[in-house]
């Protein structure tokens, strides 16, 4: 049984999404339930901007080129 507070939280509805673009012409959405939120994750995906990073679906190479926040 979930606190009631928590049950409310994940009943909100979500409002945002973070996109992040990368060099293959891929997209990852991750939506949120708040801009500051979608703003805390875009902050972390900013950081590996041009960065190689390893597909965990693929095992290739991956390079993030561009993230954006949005209102859904």
């Known amino acids: 049984m979930q606190h009631p507070l928590i049950t409310a939280a994940l009943a909100m509805p ?9 060099a293959d012409g891929a997209e990852h959405v991750h939506e949120t339930r708040s801009m500051q939120t979608a703003e805390n994750y875009a902050v972390m995906m900013r950081r590996r901007i041009g960065l190689d990073l390893i597909d965990r679906d693929t095992g290739k190479t991956a390079r993030i080129v561009k993230v954006t926040v949005s209102a859904i």
């Open 14 to 22: 979500k409002t945002h999404k973070c996109v992040s673009l990368y």
